[in-house]
């Protein structure tokens, strides 16, 4: 295929800007669009409809293909609607607007008189997560925000394209860790330079233990994040940023460790031990956010860093952790020139033309004293300057403030600066925007609109509520998925819980915010089982503190039924996220309690607590209670359950000290007739795989490979990838055991291009051994070892190591070296393969075999 011509831009083609308006009513803010454009020597598009032969569709469509970036301007009138057409040239213009260009979109205010289709259009905008959106009062302010705006839209297009020339280096997926790398900040760090350099000194000089504390709001995060890019390149494995503050206990931080590491909790080994295992032989900073919830869990990062000499760790808390090796580092307020530089750095975000004044010099210095130097307060209250300027600000503080520091004399003087700001910037709300604050206190990790719809029911318009409480900084918005999703930040989200709880409503709204995740557990139940299983998987990803939230919450009402259904409905985003371990937790919790269970519920507790387990059931008692399990789901008429028990019970039978084979096969025949039977295709493909497995096992190959071949049928027909990557690993075992080297690699290699696509990090191990056992059977010591290798560490990096794997590689590798293949020659390759970035591996394995 031929490569698309590059495209070269003389002076005369210069990036077109596309202005979308009514034109009387906007004509001041038409003229200030085009100055702000053609000051950046850009090229304004402004489409004056006159005695043209076009039809306006499309020359408005001619005009948009041709542009590069969308404004549209809107204030009072919907525009004209021409005869036999169902929208104005207004909206039109904007239907017309080609998916890939950025929306730039100013709504000017007050608009007492506007018309309600203009209004109808307005709140479709703010719904399209393509489009950027912001209110203005006049033509001037307009000038100053678009011309900031297309500057910051042209270098993060640059950086874009910086960033598309540069390959990939990393897998990304469901494995993908959760927490890797450094969060990129959206505003700069204000006078915190000196900081930032003690920090950086402190851990460059050997200390591996580093904790910056702090009253809350002071900007701990953020200097531990600079400090940590400030190392640079001292960690060869970089630096990976794990936030805590959903954390409460030691599990909590093992688990939010575990994620952010891509360690998968499968229930095999203690996760402590995974964690260990992952970190031992690697250079790597972690920044642990937000310990202060969790300092019961201090021994979980000594123990780490004890373990794995080549860690350290940059801690941010209120309080100390109190372990040995600990170096504090307390950060303060900001001195007063820079508190006043952040004050009219974030009130620039609101009023652009916002500049320090000798009339305005004076009230900004209150501002910042009132706010005892604290960054978030400054924050907050400069959020405020497009309504209130500067001297009144300063007035309502040296009114307001004394009466809200003295209410809470057991935490700190600065804490008390910064719990007051919050109570008075809540107090500037309207009272739904209020009601809202505090419902969103009861998300973990951050939430959609959807869901804080979910959890407001009683706010009127939770999208306008929403917009004003990011407006004002109390909601912090990520554009960094599909979909728009919100953060509270732990400060505020304190805040919020006591005023739920001050309101006696904080019961209920846990109630809520469950049932809109059971509904979300709903809806993926089935589409996780086919084409949009990877999808769900990177949603469910975003959500998985809400998803556990909700979990505990359903546990501590002892709402056993609807805490067993949603880990349920989700059994599949477990297996494939590596938090089956966690769930097992939960259902040990259900099957504890004296109180009654219903069949179902019994069930699913008893097979999450014994299916995770069937190769270390050291009591013998594992297949004695699947067979329970699938026995319960009989009878509480879910044919998907009993299957699903049926095909861990035949694992357990084979993994038993004397295997049976003809009581597994039995299993699994009944299983693939359950599963056809209710139409289940994921299931029924995995069943295929299994029965394939007890076939290899009675050496009956030519079966397994039909069993397999029919598993990958319908994994194709079904849409489901990652089913097709377990049918393709088995398939070639099955193929280089009759023989079929060749074919054996090309299932192999197709095997490690999805796993890869998909981050899905087993896959990849399975597909390098598979790849083993073929270089091995060549005699290709060097590509066996350096493969072999590659797996291992892999595995180790992502829990898998202790887990039964199924794959034959060993046999083959064990065959070559007693047919006097070189064994230090072999030990050398695996040595390198162990230290093989992830990529470069990739990269090896795709080669064809010598």
């Known amino acids: 295929m031929c490569a698309a011509p590059r495209v070269i831009r003389t002076p005369d083609q210069r990036l077109r800007v596309f202005v979308s308006s009514t034109l009387k009513e906007l004509a001041p803010e038409r003229r200030a669009a085009r100055a702000a454009i053609e000051r950046l020597l850009l090229a304004p598009v402004m489409f004056e409809l006159g005695a043209r032969p076009h039809p306006p569709r499309e020359l408005y469509r001619a005009y948009l293909d041709q542009s590069d970036v969308f404004v549209g301007l809107y204030w009072e009138r919907y525009g004209w609607v021409a005869p036999d057409e169902e929208v104005s040239g207004l909206e039109d213009e904007y239907n017309l607007c080609p998916p890939q260009l950025p929306r730039l979109i100013y709504i000017k205010d007050p608009a007492p008189g506007r018309e309600p289709r203009l209004t109808e259009l307005l709140d479709r905008i703010r719904s399209d997560d393509r489009a950027s959106f912001k209110h203005v009062e006049s033509a001037q302010e307009l000038q100053v925000l678009l ?55 402190i851990v460059a000089d050997g200390a591996r233990l ?118 504090r580092y307390e950060l303060g307020p900001l001195p007063p020139d820079q508190a ?131 407006d004002n900084s109390l909601v912090q918005q990520h554009e960094d998925s599909a979909d728009a999703r919100f953060s509270v930040l732990a400060t505020v989200r304190e805040y919020a819980l006591e005023r739920l709880g001050d309101e006696d409503i904080l019961t209920a709204v846990r109630d809520a915010h469950a049932a809109f995740y059971l509904r979300l557990g709903d809806q993926a139940d089935i589409a996780l089982e086919g084409a949009a299983q990877h999808d769900w998987v990177i949603r469910l990803n975003a959500d998985t503190g809400n998803l556990r939230a909700a979990v505990r ?20 985003y477990w297996w494939v996220a590596g938090l089956l371990g966690e769930v097992r937790g939960w259902m040990d919790t259900v099957l504890s309690t004296t109180d009654p269970l219903d069949d179902r519920t019994r069930a699913i507790a008893l097979y999450f607590t014994q299916a995770i387990s069937f190769w270390q059931d050291r009591s013998g008692t594992v297949a004695e209670r699947l067979t329970q399990s699938a ?17 861990s019970f035949a694992l357990a039978a084979l993994a038993s000290p004397q295997p049976d084979a003809v009581t597994a096969d039995r299993a699994m025949e009944a299983s693939v007739q359950l599963f056809r039977t209710c139409g289940d295709a994921w299931g029924e493909a995995m069943a295929l795989v299994m ?57 192999f290699t197709e095997c490690l291009a ?59 590798v064990d065959r070559m070296l007693g047919a006097g293949a070189d064994r230090d020659s072999f030990d050398a390759a695996v040595a390198d393969g162990r230290g093989l970035p992830p990529e470069e591996a990739v990269t090896v394995a795709e080669g064809h075999p010598a």
């Open 754 to 812: 999805l796993s890869h696509r998909l981050g899905h990090a087993e896959g990849i191990a399975y597909a390098f051994e598979g790849m083993v056992a073929v270089a091995a059977l060549g005699g290709d010591v060097r590509r066996a070892g350096l493969l072999l290798g590659a797996s291992a560490a892999l595995r180790e990096r992502t829990g898998l190591h202790n887990a039964p794997a199924f794959s034959f590689h060993q046999l083959f």
């Open 210 to 327: 580093v904790t910056i504390t702090g009253p809350g709001g002071m900007g701990k995060s953020r200097l531990a994040i600079a400090a940590a890019a400030a190392l640079g390149d001292r960690f060869a494995d970089g630096a990976v940023f794990v936030d805590l503050a959903p954390a409460h206990d030691a599990p909590g931080v093992l688990g939010a460790l575990a994620r952010a590491l891509g360690v998968r909790d499968t229930g095999d080994a203690p996760l402590a031990d995974k964690a260990v295992t992952a970190l031992q032989d690697r250079s790597l900073l972690l920044v642990l956010d937000n310990f202060e919830q969790a300092l019961a869990a201090a021994p979980v990062v000594t123990t780490l860093l004890s373990a794995a000499p080549g860690i350290s760790a940059i801690v941010t808390s209120r309080s100390l952790l109190r372990v040995g090796g600990e170096h």
């Open 631 to 647: 026995d319960l789901f009989r009878a509480s008429g879910d044919p998907d359950g009993e299957a699903l028990a049926l095909i």
């Open 553 to 572: 919450h359903l546990l501590d009402q002892h709402d056993w039924e609807r805490a067993a259904h949603l880990a349920w409905s989700l059994f599949i």
């Open 340 to 470: 006043m530089t952040l004050f009219v750095d974030r009130a620039h975000a609101v009023r652009p033309d916002f500049e320090i004044t000798p009339a305005n010099r004076d009230d900004i210095a209150r501002v910042c004293a009132a706010l005892d130097g604290v960054p978030l307060a400054i924050e907050l209250a400069a959020a405020r300057v497009r309504v209130l300027p500067p001297a009144d600000l300063a007035r309502r503080l040296d009114r307001r403030l004394p009466l809200l520091v003295g209410g809470a004399r057991d935490l700190p003087e600065r804490q008390r600066t910064l719990r007051a700001t919050i109570d008075w910037s809540a107090e500037l709300l309207e009272e739904p925007e209020r009601a809202l604050l505090a419902r969103l206190g009861v998300f973990e990790g951050g939430f959609s609109l959807e869901a804080a719809e979910a959890v407001a029911s009683a706010v009127p318009d939770v999208l306008s509520a929403l917009s004003a409480l990011v």
């Open 691 to 747: 029965l394939g497995r007890v076939a290899l096992l009675r050496e009956q190959v030519d079966t397994a490979l039909t069993r397999f071949e029919e598993s990958l049928a319908l994994a194709l027909a079904n849409g489901d990838e990652l089913g097709v990557t377990i049918a393709q690993h088995h398939r070639g075992w099955a193929r280089l055991l009759l023989g079929d080297a060749t074919g054996a690699f090309s299932d």
């Open 147 to 201: 011309e900031a705006d297309l500057a910051v839209l042209l270098a993060e297009r640059f950086e874009l394209s910086r960033a598309a020339s540069t390959p990939a280096q990393h897998i990304t997926g469901p494995d993908t860790p959760q927490g890797s790398g450094l969060p990129a900040s959206l505003t700069p760090l204000i006078g915190r330079e000196s900081d930032v350099e003690a920090v950086r000194t």
